[in-house]
């Protein structure tokens, strides 16, 4: 069958055989898919740049006949982001990212700006750093695009209603990801309380592009609050934790204060 290539990013690889990988790609043509690298541990010439985690490049991908793991014969890796292998945190946050696409996007749906919305996060990760602020505005920013973002300034169930003529910061409300998010008391069956401090830096987080993260800073309480509440969105969405969650929550109690 015909070759076709796409932008596409790294996503996972795994050895298999002698020199072979199975590498997991996020195109911004294809959406996920898999496919068999043959050679790829010993080719240099074809895989120019590697496969390493959320390498950025030009995939060349053929489709087998009646085989759902296509072949990658080859990948240009454009952008390297070398600073994201150099440091742990950076890398924890790579990992992390790749690991929320591969689980919440499904296979071959085309997410082009999904696709765009990662490479922006690894350049800004591989540019600045690790951030707990700018995590959580990618996460935020994945999981709208992707229709599954929560209702964080009014209402999921009445929409508000229930605060007509009040001070809605002043209103209690219950975080329910059952129901879609934030909740209040007058509909809730169950959920956690949520302080009107997590909504409100949930709902700015939300608003934010990936470039202004620089500048914020949240108390390690309050990015708790909002990690936790969106960890629940997205354990909601996948049906369980995530494997790099355990080693970002690792790193960050042993250097920064709980701050992930």
Not at 42 to 59: D, E, I, W, Y
Not at 112 to 130: K, M, Q, S, T
Request: aromatic residues 6%; proline residues 3%.
């Amino acid at each position: 069958m015909a070759s076709f290539s796409t932008p596409a990013i790294v996503l996972r690889a795994v050895n298999t055989g002698e020199a072979d990988r199975i590498v997991t790609l996020f195109g911004r043509d294809t959406g996920r898919l898999s496919a068999l690298a043959r050679g790829a541990r010993k080719s240099q010439k074809r895989f120019a740049g590697g496969l390493g985690l959320c390498t950025v490049g030009v995939a060349l991908l053929r489709e087998r006949a009646n085989v759902e793991l296509l072949t990658l014969e080859g990948f240009d890796g454009t952008v390297g982001h070398a600073a994201l292998g150099a440091d742990v945190g950076r890398m924890a946050h790579a990992a992390y990212a790749a690991e929320l696409v591969s689980k919440l996007c499904a296979p071959r749906q085309v997410e082009r700006a999904v696709y765009d919305w990662l490479a922006e996060f690894l350049a800004y990760l591989d540019l600045e750093g690790a951030s707990a602020e700018r995590l959580r505005v990618f996460e935020l920013g994945l999981l709208g695009g992707l229709g599954f973002g929560p209702v964080i300034a009014t209402c999921a169930v009445c929409a508000g209603a229930s605060t007509a003529g009040r001070d809605a910061s002043a209103v209690a409300f219950r975080w329910d990801p059952d129901r879609g998010g934030a909740v209040c008391v007058a509909c809730a069956r169950g959920g956690r309380p949520i302080s009107a401090a997590a909504r409100a830096a949930l709902l700015h987080f939300a608003e934010l592009p990936l470039g202004a993260a620089s500048r914020e800073a949240l108390p390690a309480d309050l990015n708790r609050d909002c990690r936790e509440a969106l960890a629940e969105i997205i354990n909601h969405h996948i049906g369980g934790p995530l494997k790099s969650v355990e080693f970002i929550a690792k790193l960050s109690a042993a250097s920064s204060g709980g701050r992930s």
